[in-house]
């Protein structure tokens, strides 16, 4: 059987996760026959975290159909979080680094998961600009929080400060988060394969979601509330889900980050971070899982290949940026576009024998 005969939703599901596997191959191959530049290899842990953001977001923006603008602060939950289970974990022994790496971003998604959570209840009865503007302020509250955030571990354990890492009381020991300077001295456990891991769990959550009875309920909200409403949906149940469990992701990528740096600071996680997000979802489509991860991925490396024109590689970034949203809108794109759509679409055509032999059995 060939894809053109399969659903259109199973379709897309095998091209999604295609897409990730074979560029992870692609890339390792290219790599391993250095093709990479060093500084371009750098940038494939990041181009993991943000393609699993841009997907998370994607959930709540493109599925759900709100404006979420708070996403990095959930990113940085994750990060810090992850940060501190990490160095505890290190200072109680524990040497693989697979291990805390999958330690560190479960106990992350689960705090961003938790904040989202408890975020939700009041933001969810929002919507539009509101809900804009409300996510956006909690994600600088988050920022400015962890800017007063001074954490500690020694032989006693956890220490706490709101005031300066002097305040902790340690005697010896490790400052794993010393307020606006940050997380210092990370482990650097983060790998492309493991990146590549986070994404797929993150494309499998995401479309599992979409594809359930639960998926349908909340884009039924999406489409139209009051309909969904007269039908017994809960309307403020599943929109807190979804954001809730993109809250979760955004808190695993932001682990897949932290670890891939020595140091990281609050400050890292400001607007322009959600904002940067939301244009990779804008870009790569509402709803579309894959163009969530070729728009994050391409638009990420790019300012990195236009380095060697560093005069002028951001205005070129923004000129494609522009290109990108104005060409799909034009009439030859879209008549190219229905083309292959209808190309891929297109019944498979069955056999003469197998039709005559049909019609002689009937």
């Given amino acids: 059987m060939g894809i053109k005969a399969l659903k259109p939703q ?19 191959v290219l790599d391993g026959m250095g093709f990479i530049s060093n500084s371009l290899s750098g940038q494939l842990v990041p181009i993991c975290a943000y393609v699993s953001l841009a997907v998370s977001l994607n959930l709540v923006v493109g599925v759900s159909g709100e404006l979420s603008l708070g996403h990095a ?17 290190t200072r109680m022994g524990v040497e693989s680094e697979i291990l805390l790496f999958v330690a560190a971003a479960v106990i992350g998604a689960v705090a961003a998961g938790i904040i989202g959570f408890l975020v939700g209840i009041p933001v969810m009865r929002l919507r539009g600009d509101y809900l804009a503007i409300v996510t956006l302020a909690f994600g600088e509250i988050i920022k ?53 891991l986070l994404v797929l769990i993150t ?34 149940k599943y929109r807190l889900m979804a954001f809730t469990v ?37 870009l790569g489509g509402m709803g579309n899982i894959s163009g969530s991860i070729v728009s994050a991925a391409f638009l990420t490396v790019l300012p990195e290949v236009l380095r060697p024109i560093n005069n002028y590689r951001m205005l070129i970034y923004a000129v494609v940026l522009i290109l990108v949203m104005v060409v799909p809108n034009t009439k030859i794109y879209q008549r190219l576009a229905d083309a ?15 039709a005559e032999g049909g019609e002689a059995d009937e």
Avoid at 12 to 26: K, L, M
Avoid at 166 to 194: H, R
Avoid at 203 to 209: E, K, T
């Fill in 144 to 196: 400015n929080l962890l800017n007063n955030f001074y954490i500690g571990v020694d032989d006693a354990g956890l220490h706490f400060s709101m005031t300066d890492s002097s305040s902790l009381g340690m005697t010896q020991g490790a400052i794993l988060i010393n307020g606006p300077k940050g997380a210092v001295g990370i482990d650097k456990i983060s790998t492309f394969a493991l990146g590549i």
């Fill in 340 to 354: 292959v759509r209808s190309k891929l679409r297109r019944e498979p055509k069955v056999p003469v024998a197998a």
């Fill in 10 to 28: 199973t379709r897309s599901t095998i091209i999604t996760y295609a897409i990730v596997i074979v560029a992870f191959f692609a890339v390792t």
């Fill in 73 to 89: 602060g959930f990113m940085s939950v994750g990060a810090f979080t992850g940060v501190v289970a990490a160095g505890c974990l």
């Fill in 203 to 236: 494309v499998a959550v995401v479309l599992n979601l979409m594809h359930s009875r639960d998926g349908r309920a909340i884009m039924a909200v999406r489409d139209n509330r009051i309909a969904a409403e007269s039908v017994g949906i809960n309307v403020t």
């Fill in 246 to 282: 993109a809250s979760a992701l955004a808190g695993a990528a932001g682990v897949l980050y932290a670890m891939n740096y020595s140091t990281i600071t609050p400050s890292q996680f400001d607007f322009n971070q959600s904002i940067l997000i939301l244009v990779y979802v804008v």
